[in-house]
């Protein structure tokens, strides 16, 4: 089964920068499609970024050329890099994995229900 643990959670000033981080076990086929989620309150959850087995990425829009999302399987550790913070990334952010393959062809790990999540760490961003 496979294990999700966030961290790098945290308070940030509008136009600064955090980076998260999603610590996972379990076998190597369950993690080969991994995301970043997040919600806000009062809001839906909604896809932030998403990475295959190919290392190919996807990005939603509002985050793309601000956010990146890295995997490093040797250290079994998903990163999510993000710059230019603004007040509406406020949220609490979800790390997730699946064993569905090459699936950001098109977008899909944005849309995938995913199999397995990790508890959260919330994002706040002061303006």
């Known amino acids: 089964q496979v294990q999700l643990t966030e961290s790098g959670g945290g308070s940030v000033q509008a136009g600064g920068s955090l980076t998260l981080s999603c610590a996972f076990s379990?076998?190597?086929?369950?993690?080969?499609?991994m995301g970043w989620f997040r919600q806000a309150p009062g809001k839906g959850r909604e896809a932030v970024a998403g990475i295959d087995s190919s290392g190919l990425s996807s990005y939603a829009s509002a985050v793309k050329g601000r956010f990146t999302i890295t995997k490093d399987n040797a250290k079994n550790v998903l990163n999510l890099q993000m710059n230019s913070l603004k007040p509406e990334d406020t949220a609490m952010y979800y790390c997730a994995a699946d064993n569905e393959l090459q699936c950001c062809s098109g977008d899909y790990c944005l849309e995938l229900e995913y199999q397995s999540w990790g508890a959260g760490i919330q994002v706040t961003v002061s303006s």
């Open positions: 379990g076998k190597p086929y369950e993690t080969f499609c």
